[in-house]
């Protein structure tokens, strides 16, 4: 049989390292990696144009983009997994913020789209752990969805264009904001927030997923074989990259190999697995947690995100 070469965005990462530089490849489907710098510009293109065969894409973005019907379907290949509560920031002085329940009754902005999925994770994590009615919040995205259709929930009101989230926290005119805004004014409102993420690890196992991988619905009718293919094939590199930080080879430059040690030395286990198995528990949370932040209408079972030849697997 012919390869069929497909065009692939992914950013490169530990876990993605052996597939970018080809060490790895899918059997009979060798991928044509595309560059995007900015990878939320690669989400947009394939939410909206279907522009690659196989995507990295938020996991939110993509359970809003299944719910509007765009023609891919995921793989349980889980790519980026982060701790968010440090994603919620303000500035002490002016906010007047003594702790989490005091967002209530207040205005939160919300860097980019209100469905980016570090904000889903921060809000999920105040309502959970800290008691946050978030219902009572209203919540101000500094910009638009991935997905055209949605529609924002009642209490979302976007900032005007070009507005300074950041400044506007800073002044107090925002309690807080949530996403990565980059200022030395803003602290995050959790005490502890680094330790408090792994300590939510180790009490009840939380342990967020961001980013997966999401294939195009037309290759996957195509080319049974295909979804096995791409799973098996970045497990291959996923595992690559764990043996690296279980024996300590490399230096461990990046934030991600750091906090992937981390998690290994909390778990003792693989801190990057993949398949709908090992990960059950924190896709269901996710989808509850998108439920009740009005961003998909009801639940959904784990095994509908996912093609149905990757169901059994894991890695």
Same mark, same amino acid.
């Given at each position: 049989?012919?390869?069929?070469?497909?065009?692939?965005?992914?950013?490169?990462?530990?876990?993605?390292?052996?597939?970018?530089?080809?060490?790895?490849?899918?059997?009979?489907?060798?991928? !044509?990696?595309?560059? %995007?710098?900015?990878? %939320?510009?690669?989400?947009?293109?394939?939410?909206?144009?279907?522009?690659?065969?196989?995507? &990295?894409?938020?996991?939110?973005?993509?359970?809003?983009?299944?719910?509007?019907?765009?023609?891919?379907?995921?793989?349980?290949?889980?790519?980026?997994?982060?701790?968010?509560?440090?994603?919620?920031?303000?500035?002490?002085? +002016?906010?007047?913020?003594?702790?989490? @329940?005091?967002?209530?009754?207040?205005?939160?902005?919300?860097? @980019?789209?209100?469905?980016?999925?570090?904000?889903?994770?921060?809000?999920?994590?105040?309502?959970?752990?800290?008691?946050?009615?978030?219902? !009572?919040?209203?919540?101000?995205?500094?910009?638009?969805?991935?997905?055209?259709?949605?529609?924002?929930?009642?209490?979302?009101? @976007?900032?005007?264009?070009?507005?300074?989230?950041?400044?506007?926290?800073?002044?107090?005119?925002?309690?807080?904001?949530?996403? $990565?805004?980059?200022?030395?004014?803003?602290?995050?409102?959790?005490?502890?927030? +680094?330790?408090?993420?792994?300590?939510?690890?180790?009490?009840?196992?939380?342990?967020?997923?961001?980013?997966?991988?999401?294939?195009?619905?037309?290759?996957?009718?195509?080319?049974?074989?295909?979804?096995?293919?791409?799973?098996? +094939?970045?497990?291959?590199?996923?595992? !690559?990259?764990?043996?690296?930080?279980?024996?300590?080879?490399? &230096?461990?430059?990046?934030?991600?190999?750091?906090?992937?040690?981390?998690?290994?030395?909390?778990?003792? $286990?693989?801190?990057?697995?993949?398949?709908?198995?090992?990960? @059950?528990?924190?896709?269901?949370?996710?989808?509850?947690?998108? %439920?009740?932040?009005?961003?998909?209408?009801?639940?959904?079972?784990?095994?509908?995100?996912?093609?149905?030849?990757?169901?059994?697997?894991?890695?």
């Amino acid at each position: 049989m012919t390869d069929i070469e497909l065009t692939a965005v992914t950013r490169t990462q530990g876990s993605t390292q052996a597939l970018k530089d080809g060490t790895v490849t899918p059997a009979g489907f060798p991928l !044509r990696f595309e560059e %995007v710098p900015v990878l %939320v510009r690669g989400f947009r293109r394939m939410v909206r144009g279907l522009e690659f065969g196989v995507s &990295e894409m938020a996991f939110t973005t993509y359970l809003c983009a299944r719910a509007a019907g765009v023609a891919f379907t995921a793989i349980p290949v889980f790519l980026v997994r982060a701790f968010h509560h440090s994603a919620v920031r303000h500035d002490p002085a +002016a906010s007047g913020l003594r702790g989490p @329940r005091d967002l209530e009754g207040r205005k939160a902005g919300v860097n @980019r789209g209100y469905t980016v999925t570090t904000g889903v994770w921060a809000r999920g994590i105040l309502a959970d752990e800290y008691g946050v009615d978030l219902g !009572r919040v209203t919540w101000m995205p500094s910009g638009d969805e991935h997905v055209e259709p949605f529609r924002l929930p009642p209490n979302v009101v @976007r900032l005007p264009p070009g507005a300074d989230l950041a400044g506007l926290t800073a002044a107090g005119e925002l309690a807080a904001c949530v996403g $990565a805004v980059d200022d030395p004014r803003l602290v995050p409102l959790i005490p502890d927030a +680094a330790e408090a993420g792994f300590a939510a690890l180790a009490s009840r196992g939380c342990y967020p997923i961001n980013h997966l991988v999401v294939v195009r619905n037309d290759l996957l009718a195509a080319h049974p074989g295909l979804a096995a293919a791409l799973f098996t +094939a970045y497990a291959e590199a996923k595992n !690559r990259y764990v043996g690296r930080l279980r024996d300590g080879r490399g &230096e461990l430059a990046a934030p991600e190999d750091r906090r992937y040690r981390r998690v290994m030395e909390i778990t003792g $286990a693989d801190p990057l697995p993949y398949g709908i198995g090992p990960n @059950r528990a924190m896709i269901t949370e996710l989808i509850r947690h998108a %439920v009740s932040q009005q961003i998909i209408d009801r639940p959904v079972a784990p095994e509908a995100l996912f093609a149905a030849s990757t169901h059994g697997l894991a890695a």
